[in-house]
């Protein structure tokens, strides 16, 4: 639905219409029981074939339509709500991570990147850092069923005594080893570029590790043999640049490509899909360090 206030300076309006008296304009897809709500609240209104849109007359009129707009949203959302309870009376979900509150479903997993990327997907979703977990209101049901079973799958995956199993089962194998190397490597806080290719210092960039903010150019060159299992296709003119995780503020400022970066590109500028989910991780970040803070 869609509102525009009307006035005597609207040169489209012909002659006869309503252009030269106070008013507002109102249109909404056509819905007989929206039409007959809207004619019992706005007796006056009329239609008007040059705008395609209702003109309900009146110096309060734009408030007295906000007022009905939400009304009617209110409404909706009611309905849907029921809509949601009925279809979980119906279907319901069985699961030990999901709690059945008034106002909807209250969820609360161990951490896990998967289980919030999904809930982040489900329509009105939202985290509670206090009670440290998620609200999905009942109209979310449809969608938040949808996504369940890669839900409580990446749940169970990172349950404290699932993890330490799968650490005791690669203890010592050469996926352990790997990824222990890995991590040392990712510590180091360095990433290899062309040294005729080099990022901008101190603006956020996207790369294989996400979006980074390179703080120097050392000049010292990459050894292939030594790095080569961590960073493919790196070569004998590489560089090593020294990064740092980009802060929230730093995320928002940044403004997204509108282009998708070139194939086997080291670094790019981040598109609006990268900054998204940077930005609610720099913000969850900087939420815990606030909270530590005495």
């Given at each position: 639905m869609t509102e525009t206030k009307s006035s005597a300076d609207q040169d489209a309006t012909p002659p006869g219409e309503d252009g030269?008296?106070?008013?507002?304009d109102i249109s909404f897809p056509y819905d007989r029981m929206t039409?007959?709500?809207?004619?019992r609240r706005f007796p006056r209104a009329r239609w008007s074939d040059a705008r395609k849109a209702w003109f309900v007359p009146g110096r309060t009129a734009s408030r007295r339509i906000g007022r009905w707009l939400a009304e009617i949203e209110a409404e909706a959302d009611a309905h849907a709500d029921a809509k949601g309870r009925d279809a979980f009376a119906f279907d319901p979900i069985d699961s030990p991570y999901l709690e059945?509150?008034?106002?909807?479903?209250?969820?609360?997993?161990?951490?896990?990147?998967?289980?919030?990327?999904?809930?982040?997907?489900?329509?009105?979703?939202?985290w509670d850092g206090d009670l440290r977990i998620w609200h999905v209101p009942f109209?979310?049901?449809?969608?938040?069923?949808?996504?369940?079973?890669?839900?409580?799958?990446?749940?169970?995956?990172?349950?404290?005594?699932?993890?330490?199993?799968?650490?005791?089962?690669?203890?010592?194998?050469?996926?352990?080893?790997?990824?222990?190397?890995?991590?040392?490597e990712r510590k180091r806080h360095r990433y290899p570029l062309q040294s005729d290719d080099l990022p901008p210092i101190g603006r956020p960039v996207a790369t294989i590790y996400g979006?980074?903010?390179?703080?120097?150019?050392?000049?010292?060159?990459?050894?292939?043999?030594?790095?080569?299992?961590?960073?493919?296709?790196?070569?004998?003119?590489?560089?090593w640049g020294y990064w740092r995780v980009p802060t929230?503020?730093?995320?928002?400022?940044?403004?997204?490509?509108?282009?998708?970066?070139?194939?086997?590109?080291?670094?790019?500028?981040?598109?609006?899909?990268?900054?998204?989910?940077?930005?609610?991780?720099?913000r969850s970040r900087e939420a815990r360090r606030y909270a530590k803070t005495p």
């Open positions: 030269s008296k106070p008013g507002a039409v007959e709500q809207f004619r059945l509150g008034k106002a909807g479903f209250r969820i609360r997993t161990p951490y896990s990147k998967t289980v919030v990327d999904e809930l982040h997907e489900v329509p009105f979703s939202r109209r979310s049901y449809e969608e938040l069923r949808r996504r369940w079973p890669d839900i409580e799958a990446a749940a169970r995956r990172n349950e404290p005594e699932e993890r330490r199993r799968r650490a005791e089962e690669r203890k010592g194998t050469e996926l352990d080893l790997r990824n222990k190397r890995r991590s040392a979006i980074v903010v390179f703080t120097d150019i050392s000049g010292e060159l990459v050894d292939p043999d030594v790095v080569g299992d961590f960073y493919p296709g790196v070569a004998e003119d590489h560089v929230l503020e730093e995320l928002v400022r940044t403004w997204p490509a509108k282009t998708l970066p070139v194939e086997n590109a080291e670094w790019w500028l981040p598109t609006i899909e990268e900054l998204r989910p940077a930005r609610r991780t720099a």
